[in-house]
């Protein structure tokens, strides 16, 4: 029986019996909390609620709090036993590394995306990790890797060397391709069972609704080349009118005038707004950092897509518009990313779990955002039904 078991006998439900059975078990910087506000989140809608939040610190912490039970992870940030039980904060083991001998970089399980960004660019090096900067690297790596740099670079599960990984059995093992099939799951499945310790040009095209069917029109002709990624949103100018938009946000990892000339098609539509200039590499997140706040109530919902309709779109709009009439819930969004998969279809369609990378070409999201807990039912009806459409 491994000491992590011998918790569950010992009254644990007691903060006194936890601190005894398991404070001394922890690295000297490691804590334990009994408030489930301990462990902020991203969203509070249908969050857990643990009664015990234990803030690690090592790889080894993980394992002594690790019961041989159900356990969940989510975006590399925390893991929850036994919901509204126990919860392991991540966010100690954020230590990023980088190695000129081999150009690899090696980061802890609670680093965030700035974070890892942070030590690329001051090595002058780039790894497609994905969108928001808040994000966890290692969830969001393991679910698979969408990145406005994977036309360059691939998905962020083709880009990993190895991976230290905590089993549910309470064990520390190191996974690489040697390791077939555990290595081939866990580059698409990995948070499921397991937790695993240049300049650019972009900005803002704002257009006028009655350009939405020439706008999704041209996107879905467009060629994606290996720089280029694309988003397209439906969102609001915020407070106080909550005025419905649609924006364009174009992004080129190359010059601006190449990335002009790649997004034309886009460009001839005559936004009524432009804002488009080079940015750092740090800062080509930026955009989505409103998105990051902890708190708040934001049931999401995504679909993955093989082209764009036209019609669809004009009707995603138009119940985008209704919804949103309610300023309660005027920062939701629905927004479609479109990237090049390109080197990404360099890898077999097999070669990890990850399962679209021939099949899908645009990933379209519903974004809610309220803070009303009876607004529930309205933003659950309205993400299911654009994603149904």
Sequence with gaps: MSKAQNMQGQGTSNPANIESALGHLLSKNASISYLSTAASRWSDFKAPMPGTVVNVATAYDVLETLPRTKWSAWMGYNISHWPKRYSDQLRGLNEVKFDHNDSTMTFGGGSIISEVMKVADANGAQIPLGNFNCVGVLGA????????????????????VTLDLNTAEGTLIKVDPHNEELWWALRGAGSNFCIANRGVW???LVFTEDRIEQIVAAINDLYLQVPM?????????GAPDYTPTVIVSPFYAESASDGKSAFASILDIGPVVT?????????????????????GRKPSYGAGLGQLVPETWRAIWNEYTEYVKNPAVGNSS???ECYSFETAKKFHGSSSFYPFRLTVKYIALVNNQYTDASLDEAAEAFGTKVRDL
Excluded at 144 to 159: A, E, K, P, Q, T
Excluded at 230 to 236: G, K, N, P, R, S
Excluded at 276 to 285: A, K
Aim: contains cysteine; proline residues 2%; glycine residues 16%.
């Design 229 to 237: 990624y694309l988003f397209l949103y439906f969102a609001t100018s």
């Design 334 to 336: 629905v927004f479609v």
């Design 275 to 295: 804002g488009l200039q080079v940015y750092p590499y740090l800062q080509s997140n930026y955009a989505n950092d409103a998105l990051c706040g902890k708190g």
């Design 202 to 204: 972009t900005g803002s």
């Design 141 to 160: 790596i393991l679910g698979g890797g969408i990145d406005h740099m994977m036309g360059l670079y691939g998905l962020s599960v083709d880009c990993l």
